[in-house]
C-alpha cells in the first residue's frame, strides 16, 4: 500500500463562480450575505480569555504574540535560522533553509483537549483515493460542521490517490491514543470543496468541509468565523492549533503571533506550522470570542517565506455559512 | 513522483509522517502516512529539490534530500529510522 501527497496547484485558470460548491453528488447550495457568524463554546469547560491579549493563555507558554507585524517584502529580503537547521545542520547547498517551522520553535503541546476551544479542533484521518493515508486538521463550525483545507478532501495532480479522497475520519480534541469525543467518519456527499478547488487547483480557494452525519459539534463547540478588513487584521493576533506531524501521533500543538501581511484572499503569517496542520483555523481571540479568519494550507516556498492559508473572505464566507446550515 | 520505503534495518515503519518540509513551490501541509509495508509517495508538481522530513514514535526523525530533472520524473528513496535510545 502506498500513500500519496497531493500536489499543490497555484493555477491561474478561473470560471465565473469558484466559489461555487462541489461534491463528489450534485447539491443546493443556500446564500448569505452576513459577515460574522457567531462561536460557540458548548458545554461546560471552556478556556477564558483571562489576558485579553488575543493570544490563549497556557501555561509554559510565552510565544512572541507581541512582535508587530511584519511585512512581507522584508521577509523576503531576511533569511530567519531554522529551528530545523538547529537540529540537522545546514540545509544542503542550494537547497532552500527556510521551512515552516520558524525559529525559535515555542511551539506548546495542549495537555487538556477535553477543554473548549481545544476540542474544536480535530485530527483528520485522511483515506486518499487510492487506499493510502494522510493527516490533517480540521475545526468544527457548527453542530455538524467542519472546515478544513480543500486538499485534504480533493486531492490535485493525476497520480495516485489524486481526485475525491474515500473518507475522512474526523476526531475531536484527539490526543495521543485518547479520542476524548470519539470519531465521525465522513465521505461521499459529506465532503464538500469549491470549483476554484476541484476544478480550477487554485490555492485561493483552497477549502473543504465535512458535513457530518451527527451533531458532534453539541458536544465540542465551535469556533466562529468572520471578514475583517486588511487593518483589523493586521492588528490581530493569529492563534493556529493542529496536529503537526513532527510531534508524537495524534499530538495537539499551539502558537501565535501577529500577522505578517494579508492579500486579497491569502494570509501570512509566522506561525509555527508543520505538515498535518493543513486545514487548521487561524483565529483571532476578542473579548473571549474566537473567529476564524483563514484556513491554514501552506508552509514556505521559495518566494515566499513564510507560512499561508486562505483568507475568509464574502465569498468564502458565504460558502461557509452555508456549510454550516 | 517520490516513492519511498520506511524502514528500520529490515523491518518496514508504518504509519511513519512523511512531509515535504521545502520543495521548488507551494506544497499542501498535508502529513503523508506511510503504509503497513513503510511505502510511501509523495506528488511532485514541480521540476527541482525536495526536502522530506520523516517522523515516527520512537525513531530518531530523518530527512531525504530528492533533486527531479523534471516534474513527471520519478525517484526511489529510502528512509531509514535508527530506534530513539530508551
Not at chain 1, 508543520?274 to 476578542?286: E, I
Amino acid at each position: 500500500m502506498t500513500a500519496t501527497l497531493p500536489a499543490a496547484h497555484n493555477g491561474a485558470v478561473t470560471t465565473s463562480d469558484p466559489s461555487a460548491e462541489t461534491s463528489p453528488v450534485s447539491l443546493t447550495i443556500p446564500e448569505s450575505d452576513l459577515v460574522q457568524s457567531p462561536p460557540s463554546a458548548g458545554p461546560a469547560g471552556a478556556l477564558a480569555d483571562l489576558a485579553g491579549s488575543g493570544a490563549e493563555q497556557l501555561a509554559g507558554y510565552s510565544g512572541t504574540p507581541d512582535a508587530p507585524g511584519t511585512d512581507l517584502q522584508e521577509l523576503l529580503r531576511m533569511n530567519p535560522p531554522d529551528a530545523a537547521e538547529a537540529t540537522w545542520g545546514p540545509a544542503p547547498a542550494g537547497q532552500p533553509a527556510l521551512e515552516s517551522v520558524i525559529f525559535p520553535d515555542d511551539r506548546v503541546q495542549i495537555g487538556d483537549t477535553t477543554v473548549y476551544p481545544w476540542r474544536v479542533h480535530s485530527y483528520l484521518l485522511i483515506e486518499l483515493s487510492n487506499g493510502s493515508f494522510a493527516s490533517g486538521t480540521g475545526f468544527f463550525i457548527g453542530p455538524h460542521t467542519v472546515i478544513t483545507a480543500g486538499h485534504c478532501v480533493f486531492a490535485q495532480g493525476s497520480g495516485p490517490g489524486s481526485g475525491w479522497v474515500r473518507s475522512v475520519t474526523v476526531m475531536p480534541g484527539r490526543n495521543g491514543s485518547s479520542l476524548p469525543f470519539g470519531s465521525v467518519r465522513a465521505s461521499g456527499s459529506s465532503l464538500r470543496s469549491v470549483q476554484g478547488w476541484t476544478q480550477n487547483g487554485d490555492s485561493n480557494w483552497d477549502i473543504g468541509a465535512l458535513i457530518l452525519p451527527t451533531n458532534l459539534g453539541d458536544r465540542t463547540g465551535w469556533l466562529g468565523f468572520g471578514v475583517y478588513d486588511d487593518n483589523t487584521l493586521l492588528s490581530s493576533i493569529a492563534n493556529i492549533t493542529g496536529y503537526p506531524g513532527d510531534k508524537p501521533t495524534g499530538t495537539q500543538w499551539y502558537h501565535s503571533r501577529r500577522l505578517s501581511s494579508v492579500a486579497a484572499q491569502r494570509i501570512f503569517y509566522e506561525v509555527d506550522t508543520f505538515g498535518g496542520q493543513s486545514g487548521s483555523a487561524v483565529y483571532r481571540l476578542v473579548n473571549g470570542q474566537r473567529h476564524a479568519f483563514g484556513i491554514h494550507t501552506n508552509g514556505v516556498s521559495p518566494g515566499v517565506p513564510v507560512n499561508s492559508g486562505v483568507r475568509i473572505t464574502g465569498p468564502v464566507f458565504d460558502r461557509l455559512k452555508a456549510w454550516k446550515a | 513522483m517520490i516513492r519511498g520505503i520506511v524502514r528500520c534495518g529490515n523491518t518496514p515503519v508504518p504509519f511513519a509522517r512523511i512531509v515535504v518540509v521545502t520543495g521548488p513551490g507551494p506544497m499542501p501541509e498535508i502529513a503523508i502516512l506511510s503504509g503497513p509495508d513503510g511505502s510511501f509517495t509523495v506528488g511532485t508538481p514541480y521540476p527541482g529539490r525536495y526536502l522530506l522530513a520523516v517522523h515516527a514514535d520512537e525513531y530518531r526523525p530523518a530527512r531525504l534530500e530528492v533533486t527531479l530533472p523534471e516534474a513527471s520524473s520519478t525517484a526511489e528513496v529510502v528512509a531509514a529510522l535508527e530506534t530513539l535510545p530508551t
